[in-house]
């Protein structure tokens, strides 16, 4: 199935672990994008790569870092995890272009809790 | 200036209904307006977008309605069904950036 997939879809972690989230699709959009949903499902983006080149970075600790080896997958890491990190992470991707906002497509989620 | 900020946080409708969601922004360089539906445990997706340039479209019962001078826009669900039970986001953002900003989120509970 053409999708945008997420691993793992639940991560339970105590605080001060390091922790990876993978992303992958297989649409052959060239933009990609992790988003953070918050207990309040306040959804608010984290990073954009366009063609494994970041693109947007928005006030996120550097704590987080995501890694883009080609542009079918992004990977969000996260080191020293802190209580404030539960939420929900989706990945997403859109084939956009200049002067067009097109479709974004979200992953299932990863629900991150930090103990 | 980057906010959207979306009304009800909540909404109950009979089966049938009308269930409308409204939303304001105050960045005028936004050009692209998409409302986003969620159901619980999903990611969400595209229900409906808008650009500012005319003031309404439909796509079968779901329409938004714009309001370039007030700088709001809202989506009307027609014949609410129990389906369409989720939580609904408005978002906007400007096509030079590619970044969009979202509401805060309306969850729509539709009773049979």
């Known amino acids: 199935d053409t999708a945008v997939s997420q691993t793992p879809k639940y991560l339970v972690t105590q605080m001060g672990n390091d922790k990876s989230i993978k992303c992958e699709q297989n649409l052959g959009h060239d933009t990609m994008y992790w988003y953070k949903q918050d207990s309040k499902k306040f959804l608010k983006i984290m990073f954009s790569y366009n063609n494994k080149e970041l693109i947007i970075n928005e006030t996120v600790p550097n704590r987080f870092s995501p890694k883009s080896p080609d542009k079918a997958h992004l990977n969000l890491h996260i080191n020293s995890l802190e209580l404030g990190d539960s939420a929900v992470y989706f990945c997403?991707?859109?084939?956009?272009?200049?002067?067009?906002?097109?479709?974004?497509?979200f992953g299932p989620g990863t629900r991150l809790t930090v103990l | 200036q980057q906010q959207v900020k979306q009304s009800p946080q909540s909404l109950i409708v009979q089966k049938g209904g009308i269930s409308i969601i409204n939303c304001a922004y105050e960045?005028?360089?936004?050009?692209?307006f998409p409302w986003y539906q969620q159901f619980p445990g999903k990611g969400p997706a595209l229900l409906i977008a808008?650009?500012?340039?005319?003031s309404e479209k439909k796509e079968g019962r779901f329409t938004i309605s714009f309001n370039k001078s007030a700088k709001q826009f809202s989506l009307h669900i027609m014949d609410s069904q129990p389906g369409d039970s989720a939580t609904y986001f408005c978002?906007?953002?400007?096509?030079?950036?590619?970044?969009?900003?979202f509401g805060t989120g309306t969850r729509l509970l539709v009773s049979p």
């Open positions: 960045n005028t360089a936004f050009d692209y």
């Open positions: 997403a991707s859109s084939q956009a272009s200049p002067g067009q906002v097109l479709e974004q497509f």
């Open positions: 978002a906007a953002t400007n096509t030079g950036f590619q970044k969009l900003v």
């Open positions: 808008i650009r500012p340039d005319v």
